[in-house]
């Protein structure tokens, strides 16, 4: 991966070249920000800088025999470090190597996949990932060896924020006491969730959204043929690029999404509490993750539509489909449930994340969605 392959990130990407020139890389960086952001394709492009054996000012050259194996992400100088489950491959020792030829061919497919999306690839849809104790030893056993090709070893851990405690302890030892010529190049979503003493011995590496242009330009060179949806995805997935190829790809699971939630508001307005109960059920088998997924979409048509019913909003952050069901949904969405809603949708999705019967849950969140669409707007 070269930084050309990285969404905009312009002014990124010459403060890590600028870090190289200059002999001043630091040996613990940590590449935080929202989701979608390219963190993990930056984190890379960066190290396959450092070890391009004949990089120019702006990129490494993509050719040379470091970057030729760079580009398989099998570098024998190029360790990761990523969430995985137990069982299922691991055969009940879960670390990243029992998973890495999956990760190489997931991330070559798009470098911008999502937690989720790594999940259903590794097949873990119903359970939640780790980086465990396990890896740590992993990792030291690792580092301890001398670098075989580059100058450097590094090492790539994504969403630091899996780490368990005592992963997490390995880590910060390993950051106070680096092993020589080691680099550490940490991926988080949610520094919150990440030891404080780790993050004052990290360079932090900000990246926000990619700018518009840099969006459309990447979405237009990846999917040529469909201008037109490019525009509309661009609309929709709020400076996520991650989101935005999601969207481009599987236009049916949104149009699934939709079609469900539909469903789902028109019978709670009904009051079918029978439908509701069979439509529980037949949501339930999808599994903890496209649930989740699932529920986190309609959120975001709840806010949309109340931002619609402030007359905040124009329409342009809908696709056709939501845009036309909007106009009258959205007077059902107001100042008098729509925070209470937002919260039942929030509580719904971690009672899901917490491995909550699915049945239970949506049927609960069925009943509370009845009493609060019949609320009417709260008199001034
Ligand atoms: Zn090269």
Known sequence: MQFKDVIGQQSVKERLIRSVKSERISHAQLFFGPPGTGKLAMAIAYAQYICCKSRSDTDSCGTCPSCLKMNKLAHPDLHFVFPVVTSGQ????????????????????????????????????????????????EVLRKLSLKSYESEYKVLIMWLAEKMNASAANTLLKLIEEPPDKTLFLIVSENTELILPTILSRTQMVRMGPPDPDSMRMGLLEQY?????????????????????????????????????FVLFMRKCYARDIVHLRRWAETIAPWGREKIKDFLTYSLRLIRENFMLNLQQHDLSFLSEKEADFSQKFSDYIHEGNVFELVGEFEKAISHIEANGAAKLVLFDLAVKNILLLKRTVPQQ
């Not at 990243?96 to 996949?113: C, H, M, Q, T």
């Not at 995805?233 to 699971?253: F, Q, T």
């Open 90 to 137: 691991s055969g009940g020792k879960s670390v990243s190597d029992n998973y890495i030829s999956f990760w190489r061919e997931a991330v070559k497919g798009n470098p911008y996949l999502s937690e989720n999306q790594w999940y259903e690839i590794i097949g873990a849809e119903n359970k939640q990932g780790f980086i465990s104790r396990n890896e740590s030893s």
């Open 224 to 260: 040529p043929e469909q201008e037109e949806m490019v525009y509309d995805v661009l609309r929709r997935s709020n400076g996520n690029y991650g989101l935005a190829i999601k969207i481009m790809e599987s236009d049916d699971i949104e149009n699934q999404y939709f079609e469900e």
